[in-house]
């Protein structure tokens, strides 16, 4: 275990990573036919674990984006993107091999960036990305055997429209839910991701189902002078649940020439001095060398 680490921890764009037994694994775009995962004890060092989804067991040839892994019943579910459309497949490790027994995809409309939701009910919901006149989120409910949504729930929640979100195209995506104090925090990256001003932002609702009202201090992760690009994320935490953390894809200052790089820092639910919701706050882009999270104990 290292006491410190330094961002970019790799290589990788949209990253998600998954804690399951005392391990986290983080999986990206990282190759054009399939996804590598990687693995870490502390999120300071990681590991290449070699393949865990090759475009052969799947549907799709190209355009391998945004893999999110969900554990449920036993099982591992990846919803991916490909040849911009969703697809999932299974696994009964984190590891993989993920495959499709029959290989589809979940809809024929293009749709990319899939995110799981387990409510505390037990509900599964899927919030995704959908082409209409620009990137736009929606939402719908898992069917109970997890290879596909109900398209009769589902439900646009909301498009690009505040100044921040509209520097470079019309572009909401990368949702990622989490639920405080009973609130849904929809978070979501806006802009286009060649744009310095890419960057993330979030919605609150009473309902995993919206509708959503986008937080005045958007956004919350943005350029600095060090990192520019910073979205498509994801969120985690410590083993002991203590900490919040965020994980998202940056490159260079200015550098758009370059891979997209996964960055890890912390993030915290603090107190609104002014009355109303708590407001979501991630400690980054950071540059300099940041302690390390806790191995279990």
Same mark, same amino acid.
């Given at each position: 275990?290292?006491?410190?680490?330094? =961002?970019?921890?790799?290589?990788?764009?949209?990253? &998600?990573?998954?804690?399951? %037994? #005392?391990?986290? *694994? !983080? /999986?990206?775009?990282?190759?054009?036919?399939?996804?590598?995962?990687?693995?870490?004890?502390?999120?300071?060092?990681?590991?290449?674990?070699?393949?865990?989804?090759?475009?052969?067991?799947?549907?799709?040839?190209?355009?391998?984006?945004?893999?999110?892994?969900?554990?449920?019943?036993?099982?591992?579910?990846?919803?991916?993107?490909?040849?911009?459309?969703?697809?999932?497949?299974?696994?009964?490790?984190?590891?993989?091999?993920?495959?499709?027994?029959?290989?589809?995809?979940? =809809?024929?409309?293009?749709?990319?960036?899939?995110? &799981?939701?387990?409510?505390? %009910? #037990?509900?599964? *919901? !899927? /919030?995704?990305?959908?082409?209409?006149?620009?990137?736009?989120?929606?939402?719908?409910?898992?069917?109970?055997?997890?290879?596909?949504?109900?398209?009769?729930?589902?439900?646009?929640?909301?498009?690009?429209?505040?100044?921040?979100?509209?520097?470079?195209?019309?572009?909401?995506?990368?949702?990622?839910?989490?639920?405080?104090?009973?609130?849904?925090?929809?978070?979501?990256?806006?802009?286009?991701?060649?744009?310095?001003?890419?960057?993330?932002?979030?919605?609150?609702?009473? =309902?995993?189902?919206?509708?959503?009202?986008?937080?005045?201090?958007?956004?919350?992760?943005?350029?600095?002078?060090?990192?520019?690009?910073?979205?498509?994320?994801?969120?985690?935490?410590?083993?002991?649940?203590?900490?919040?953390?965020?994980?998202?894809?940056?490159?260079?200052?200015?550098?758009?020439?370059?891979?997209?790089?996964?960055c890890i820092d912390r993030a915290k639910f603090v107190?609104?001095?002014?009355?109303?919701?708590?407001?979501?706050?991630?400690?980054?882009?950071?540059?300099?060398?940041?302690?390390?999270?806790?191995?279990?104990?």
């Open positions: 275990m290292k006491n410190k680490y330094k =961002n970019p921890v790799c290589d990788g764009a949209d990253p &998600f990573v998954l804690l399951h %037994d #005392g391990i986290y *694994y !983080l /999986y990206s775009t990282n190759s054009s036919d399939g996804f590598r995962v990687y693995t870490s004890d502390d999120m300071a060092t990681w590991t290449d674990s070699g393949y865990c989804l090759r475009a052969e067991d799947v549907m799709g040839d190209k355009w391998f984006w945004a893999p999110e892994v969900m554990y449920r019943n036993g099982k591992f579910y990846m919803v991916y993107v490909a040849n911009e459309h969703l697809g999932i497949a299974v696994a009964n490790s984190p590891l993989g091999p993920f495959l499709q027994e029959e290989k589809r995809w979940l =809809n024929e409309k293009n749709e990319i960036d899939g995110h &799981f939701f387990v409510d505390d %009910d #037990g509900t599964v *919901y !899927l /919030y995704f990305v959908r082409f209409d006149n620009g990137n736009v989120i929606w939402c719908a409910k898992m069917n109970e055997d997890m290879l596909s949504y109900d398209k009769s729930t589902a439900k646009f929640l909301f498009r690009a429209e505040d100044e921040w979100e509209l520097r470079d195209c019309s572009v909401v995506e990368g949702p990622f839910v989490l639920k405080h104090n009973g609130k849904y925090y929809l978070t979501y990256s806006a802009n286009h991701t060649r744009s310095e001003d890419y960057a993330v932002g979030y919605a609150i609702s009473d =309902n995993p189902m919206g509708p959503f009202v986008k937080a005045s201090c958007n956004p919350i992760l943005k350029k600095n002078e060090a990192f520019n690009g910073t979205g498509h994320h994801s969120f985690t935490t410590s083993k002991d649940g203590s900490e919040l953390v965020c994980v998202y894809h940056a490159r260079p200052f200015r550098d758009t020439s370059c891979p997209r790089q996964t107190e609104n001095l002014f009355g109303g919701d708590d407001i979501l706050v991630i400690y980054g882009p950071t540059s300099d060398e940041q302690k390390a999270f806790e191995t279990e104990k």
